[in-house]
Structures are given as C-alpha cells and as structure tokens.
C-alpha cells in the first residue's frame, strides 16, 4: 500500500517562499507520476503541480506558473514543491498524490490513487 506524507508547510508572509516536501512509502517510485494539488475552505481542490515518473515532464497549473516548480529525488522516494512569491491567494491545505500508469489527465484529482494527509500553507498580506 501506498503511503504519502507532505511537509513543510506553515506560516509564511506575502512574498516569502516554501519548499513542501512529500516522503513516499509502499510502492516503486521511480514508476509513479507525481503531482501536487491544494484545496482552500470552501473551494474545490486544485492542480497545482505535476511532474512524470521520468522527471521529464512537468507541468504547472496557471495560478502558479513562474513561481512554484516541482522537482523528484528518486533515490530519497521523495517530491518537492518550491513555493516562491507567495500570495495570500495560495493559502490552502497541500496534498501530495501518486498515480502509477493514470489513464487520465493529470490535472484531475480523481487519475490520482494514493494522497497524503496535507501539509497547510497559510500567506499573510
């Protein structure tokens, strides 16, 4: 069984950056897509980053681009997200999720079979 546990976040003010990091367990990484996603009180949940399980595809959700980028250490089975510029509008819970083989886009939450618990990220103005 899949495990995912995300770290890092916290408070941080307008501007400043965060690396959030997700520890991977129970399964072959190197054969996992990854991907980050976030949900604030009352909205849905959120692409925010991808990256293959080669590491050569990436891909950030628009709300993001130019300043999160997500990166992969296979030999430590671990994902990062480096958050830099933070806007008080990227206040949300983070959730780390793995897919092995999705037959969907990446950018829905459902392609997704495992989630970690989520790691909040809160920007103050």
């Known amino acids: 069984q899949v495990q995912l546990e995300e770290s890092g976040g916290g408070l941080v003010q307008a501007g400043g950056s965060l690396r959030l990091s997700c520890a991977v367990s129970?399964?072959?990484?190197?054969?996992?897509?990854m991907a980050w996603f976030r949900q604030a009180p009352g909205k849905e949940r959120e692409f925010v980053a991808f990256?293959?399980?080669?590491?050569?595809?990436?891909l950030e959700g628009a709300s993001v681009l130019g300043r999160f980028a997500i990166s992969r250490e296979d030999a430590k089975n671990m994902v990062h997200l480096q958050m830099n510029n933070l806007k008080p509008a990227d206040t949300a819970v983070y959730y780390c999720?793995?897919?092995?083989?999705?037959?969907?886009?990446?950018?829905?939450?459902?392609?997704?079979?495992?989630w970690g618990q989520g790691t909040q990220v809160t920007v103050s103005s």
């Open positions: 999720a793995a897919a092995v083989d999705p037959a969907g886009t990446v950018v829905v939450p459902s392609t997704y079979t495992a």
């Open positions: 129970g399964g072959t990484f190197s054969r996992m897509d």
């Open positions: 990256i293959s399980w080669s590491g050569v595809h990436k």
